[in-house]
């Protein structure tokens, strides 16, 4: 006998996917991922101009507003042979420590909080209580028993209208939530704040990216923005910036390591065991050697054993996806070719258009957690120090990084990390200025023909695009993004993709309810919107459900 759950749609994601689950005795035994939408954009650029590809790739997504734009541009950057100004460099550095900023916080309280805060049961707190915790656990500058009484009323109206707006569609009254009353009240209201802060924060893309979404500041060769190089400019920038940092500091942190604390349990929950990073945010034109977010791979959960990550290790698997068939390739060699016919869902054969990447045929997660976890080997002090007091406030192992809990940690450790440097890249950029230095762009010409490969790292994890150039033209165009990493299907040998991975063992207390799994899937942050199916075989009935 068995048991479908089908949860469609889970929203607070990107993009279209189903995650289906195979539950027995109460938990996760099997799991299929796959993602539900084509595009093509690989094939839409053979035949343009190189130039033209950073821009179209980076309407791939209206979430990653900047990534694959920086990406595509690195690419042709190093096809053609070009090294952009130092100006340049800090100038795109700061422009990705804002996207950082504003994903991560974007996710924490947009995306994934949900999973671990009942919004409806902020109705039973005590507003005064709840500002007692809030100036215990945080330095958020909004608080008071009067603020909180006015965001219980405001989520009061959402439920006495049968509407909740922003909070519809929860599994609100689970038992799966934990939280007191007025830690759910304090979360909420917290919510509300971060999206105001998110709006500030947009704007400094604005400042030397011209607009959000969807830069424009970038070209080959280095940025654009000359006139932005003023001191008005540079100080709004400044001035957002540390508003963004001090919610990081005062708000989102404390509230991370408050939410974490009733959910310990959740550091054995969810766990992968491969991890890989290409790193990013370089410091000089050397690289990898100054990525402050260092590159590697970790096997095996082997902290110790860290290593260089190298990207001719990397091959692109169609086993059990949509493509014509054929063998697993290097995506400089990769081929972008949909079935013919209508794609048929089948866990037993093909059943998603993502590709299945991997690393020495190993499937690695990518992400917050991956990049934390490398550099916390590496022993990068930034890193280290937050690292091991979080597990000391938490009074948990280093072993409970390898978890959902973990994920979801280290995606706030990284922000505040990011944003302490971040000052720096601002301050050093104005001295350039002062001592005469004013270059952003190199000049180049383009070759006849190139290959050429731009690796960052980003919001969700490790993204590559690699370019072909043959007679000024792009021949080829392939790129593997974070999400294909995390949520591809299993390879030729049958290894299942990291998210299929993390949700085997995930406890289900409620199988018509089970946040248990949107949790895991969420702390991914996929680019993608999904629709979660899962399999009970202890019955044959079929539920219906609607998620946030």
């Not at 909420?188 to 924060?201: F, N, P, S, T, V």
């Not at 990073?277 to 410091?283: A, E, Q, V």
């Not at 950029?429 to 960052?456: C, F, I, Q, R």
Request: net charge neutral; proline share 6%.
């Amino acid at each position: 006998m068995s048991k479908r759950i089908i949860v469609d749609p889970i929203t607070r994601i990107e993009g279209h996917l189903r995650i289906e689950c195979e539950v027995s005795g109460g938990k996760v035994v099997n799991a299929w991922s796959s993602a539900q939408m084509f595009r093509g954009i690989e094939i839409i650029l053979q035949g343009r101009d190189p130039r033209d590809a950073p821009l179209f790739v980076q309407r791939s997504c209206g979430v990653c507003t900047y990534v694959h734009y920086l990406s595509s541009v690195r690419a042709v950057e190093d096809a053609v042979g070009v090294t952009i100004p130092k100006n340049a460099r800090i100038m795109r550095n700061l422009l990705h420590g804002v996207q950082f900023q504003q994903d991560h916080i974007t996710h924490f309280y947009q995306l994934h909080a949900l999973d671990f805060v009942d919004v409806v049961d902020a109705l039973k707190a005590d507003p005064k209580k709840t500002a007692a915790l809030s100036d215990n656990v945080s330095n958020d500058p909004h608080g008071g028993t009067a603020y909180f009484k006015e965001v219980q009323q405001r989520i009061k109206t959402f439920v006495d209208s049968g509407q909740l707006g922003l909070f519809a569609n929860g599994y609100w009254g689970s038992p799966a939530y934990k939280l007191p009353p007025e830690a759910n009240l304090m979360a909420a209201a917290h919510y509300i704040e971060a999206l105001r802060i998110q709006a500030k924060i947009v704007r400094m893309h604005a400042i030397f990216g011209a607009k959000n979404p969807h830069l424009q500041a970038l070209v080959v060769g280095g940025v654009t923005s000359v006139r932005d190089l003023s001191p008005d400019r540079i100080a709004e920038f400044l001035y957002i910036w540390k508003q963004a940092q001090d919610f990081v500091r005062n708000v989102y942190i404390p509230d991370l390591v408050a939410i974490a604390s009733f959910y310990k349990d959740w550091g054995s929950i969810g766990g992968t065991t491969n991890f890989l990073c290409w790193g990013d945010l370089p410091m000089s034109d050397k690289e990898p050697e100054s990525l402050f977010l260092p590159r590697g791979v970790i096997m095996k959960r082997d902290l110790k054993g860290v290593k260089m990550a190298d990207p001719t290790k990397v091959t692109e698997h169609i086993d059990r996806s949509w493509y014509e068939k054929g063998k697993a390739l290097h995506p400089y060699d990769g081929v972008t070719e949909p079935i013919k016919s209508d794609p048929k869902y089948d866990t037993n054969g093909q059943y998603s258009w993502s590709k299945a990447p991997r690393y020495e045929g190993e499937a690695c997660e990518v992400g917050p957690l991956a990049r934390v976890l490398v550099a916390y080997a590496y022993g990068k002090k930034d890193f280290v120090d937050v690292v091991d007091s979080t597990l000391k406030q938490l009074n948990i192992p280093v072993t409970a990084l390898f978890s959902t809990l973990g994920r979801t940690a280290a995606r706030g450790l990284e922000t505040l990390v990011i944003g302490n440097a971040m000052e720096g890249w601002i301050m050093e950029l104005v001295e350039n200025l002062k001592s005469g230095d004013t270059a952003t762009y190199t000049k180049w010409t383009m070759p006849d023909k190139g290959k050429g490969v731009g690796l960052n790292d980003v919001a969700r994890g490790s993204l590559g695009h690699w370019i072909e150039i043959d007679n000024k033209k792009i021949k080829n165009y392939q790129y593997v993004v974070p999400s294909t990493w995390n949520l591809g299907p299993r390879c030729e040998k049958g290894k299942l993709g990291p998210v299929e991975e993390a949700l085997i063992g995930t406890p289900v207390a409620d199988p018509k309810r089970p946040i248990e799994i949107l949790r895991t899937v969420h702390s991914f942050d996929p680019c993608i919107a999904c629709g979660v199916h899962v399999i009970d075989p202890d019955s044959n009935q079929v539920y219906k459900i609607k998620v946030v």
